[in-house]
């Protein structure tokens, strides 16, 4: 008789745990280019980056990896003065994190190195606060067609490259990815594709379309 009450008390407990959301965000064009000449923003449009803006400003915190952090051409994420100044950004690692902390600082970027492992993405979201960022500022049309969440949710984005996109979503069951797709075809000597291999089976649970840009949600299958 005892176990019911068990199960009921775990119910209400997962029921009472503060959401938080990992998203994953990535832009590639119909061919799978995730880059042109180092950058993401040439297979990115401007219906795009709008979404982006609107991911970032929704976000608690952020992930990116160690390409991203150290590329002295990308401004930096949470600078002073900046809406996302206060935004802890995580930089996930495989190498020493000690050694990559001392060289973010000498470079006066208040990111925060980690050892990419398996329980990182959880450790992290378990970490965050158990309310939206405080600058997350949606209008009606984001919320109800590109950025559904509710409002005690919290928010992990990752806008790191593919490698570390589908190495998180393959390693967080929970992950969703963003993914963008640009109404163009680019191959050329600056292209980047994903080089990452891994058979990850996802579930489409949303589309949405804005100036020739198609939005896909998914979660692993």
Not at 95 to 123: C, H, M, N, W
Not at 148 to 160: F, I, K, N
Request: one cysteine or more; proline letters at 6%; charged letters at 25%.
């Amino acid at each position: 008789m005892t176990e019911p009450k068990r199960q009921n008390r775990a119910q209400q407990a997962d029921e009472q745990e503060p959401a938080r959301r990992v998203i994953i965000s990535l832009v590639q064009s119909i061919n799978g280019s995730f880059a042109e000449d180092g950058w993401s923003t040439g297979v990115s449009t401007d219906a795009d980056f709008r979404r982006f803006l609107a991911l970032r400003r929704s976000a608690n915190a952020i992930i990116i990896d160690r390409r991203t952090a150290l590329n002295p051409q990308l401004p930096v994420i949470n600078a002073a003065g900046k809406t996302l100044a206060h935004t802890p950004v995580y930089v996930l690692t495989e190498s020493d994190p000690d050694a990559l902390q001392v060289e973010l600082d000498a470079r006066g970027l208040d990111y925060r190195a980690k050892i990419f492992s398996a329980d990182t993405i959880t450790e992290v979201a378990a970490a965050l606060p158990t309310a939206p960022s405080p600058e997350s500022r949606q209008s009606e049309t984001d919320t109800a067609q590109s950025l559904p969440r509710q409002s005690t949710e919290a928010v992990l984005l990752c806008e790191s490259g593919p490698n570390l996109a589908f190495r998180i979503l393959e390693h967080c069951p929970g992950a969703e990815l963003h993914l963008s797709v640009s109404p163009r075809y680019i191959r050329t000597p600056g292209s980047h594709f994903s080089g990452l291999e891994a058979k990850i089976d996802l579930r489409l649970i949303d589309v949405h379309t804005e100036d020739g840009q198609v939005f896909l949600r998914y979660r692993r299958a």
